[in-house]
């Protein structure tokens, strides 16, 4: 095992690659100690076995985000005697490169036999056997305590083998898996938020009623504005864009719509600004006179007096001043920097 990188979150790393290839089955059961078996599916060498698993202890639950070769998971009735785990875990693949029929993982939990693709979540009792098969790619896994998910669930479910669909589900994967990735920054500090929005969320995408719904309303509108505004800034030069179009795209409400985005003065707003910025941005690196009109039209401006009003309002100076500058000016705020001004965006945080 790894020695932790610097972090106050307790981390361990776990990769076959630190031993010689003979010894890396053997270094990896080794790690897996009495929770479950190895093995492998018929014409893997257990000799080109990788796998990479790094771990976060979060307090209240534990990550770890996993990429490896194909292989079995088996936690058996003797396992279970043995170690007297009772959690459940949530098993999430985010694999997005891969084709898809190298994506499936296959479970089974009792008498059910599911499988899962990208950005899917299937939740498994360690309390009762289960035998897991993972192709190639990467997987996420929480492990949460039994009594704190129950505690937040209006009734006794049966979650083992359980696939999580609906909206809330795919909020929760985007939730972990953003998770994941922030995780080497965080601080135990932040670690009790994190973790109860994240169990607010889970429960939701588990039962999808009222109470728990109210439960997780913070989490879920992160997460959905922050899907929302991806999908605005994929839209930016599609002419139908609008309140009605988010709205039937995330299945949610105009009033909910309208919620989600009065800190930032409104959904139409918060569109007109994202689309003068993305005009702004082409100014500034086009090589050339750029054409004006054609800009604004492509951004939904019915006007050419619309467009320069909104953009004079946004900026305080006219469009035809920024296109008619020699040097280019420095992006304004808010306007992500390109090629080396991102590296060294990326130093300076560092070192500052």
């Not at 990550?63 to 194909?70: E, G």
């Not at 959905?224 to 139908?240: C, G, Y």
């Not at 054409?291 to 305080?316: K, M, N």
Request: hydrophobic content about 40%; some cysteine.
């Amino acid at each position: 095992m790894r020695p932790p990188p610097e972090s106050t979150i307790p981390f361990v790393r776990i990769d076959s690659r630190d031993v010689q290839p003979g010894e890396r089955t053997d270094y990896w059961r080794a790690s897996l100690a009495n929770v479950c078996s190895l093995s492998f599916p018929d014409g893997m060498s257990a000799e080109t076995f990788e796998a990479q698993n790094d771990m976060w202890m979060l307090g209240g639950m534990m990550l770890s985000r996993r990429t490896c070769s194909p292989h079995i998971l088996h936690r058996s009735s003797q396992s279970i005697r043995s170690d007297q785990i009772d959690h459940y875990k949530i098993h999430l693949r985010v694999d997005t490169a891969a084709a898809t029929h190298l994506q499936a993982g296959q479970y089974e939990a009792t008498k059910r036999h599911v499988e899962i693709g990208v950005r899917q979540c299937v939740m498994t009792d360690m309390a009762r056997p289960e035998l897991v098969r993972v192709d190639r790619g990467s997987t996420i896994n929480v492990v949460v305590p039994r009594d704190q998910l129950d505690a937040l669930l209006p009734r006794a479910v049966d979650l083992h083998g359980a696939v999580l669909s609906g909206p809330c589900s795919i909020l929760l994967a985007d939730h972990l898996y953003s998770l994941s990735e922030n995780l080497p920054d965080m601080s135990v500090e932040q670690l009790p938020n994190v973790t109860q929005a994240t169990m607010h969320l889970l429960a939701a995408a588990l039962v999808p009623s009222v109470d728990a719904l109210a439960l997780a309303g913070p989490s879920v509108d992160m997460t959905l504005r922050r899907q929302i505004k991806r999908f605005v800034e994929a839209e930016l030069t599609h002419s139908n864009l609008s309140a009605d179009a988010i709205c039937a795209r995330f299945h949610i409400s105009r009033s909910t719509l309208y919620r989600l985005f009065e800190p930032m003065g409104g959904v139409a707003r918060y569109i007109r600004e994202r689309r003068l910025m993305r005009i702004h941005s082409l100014l500034v690196t086009s090589e050339g006179r750029p054409h004006l009109q054609r800009l604004a039209e492509d951004h939904g401006f019915s006007t050419p007096a619309h467009f320069s009003r909104a953009f004079r309002e946004q900026f305080g100076y006219a469009p035809s001043e920024l296109a008619a500058r020699g040097p280019r000016p420095k992006a304004a705020a808010g306007i992500a920097p390109t090629g080396n001004s991102l590296e060294r965006w990326l130093h300076s945080l560092r070192s500052g």
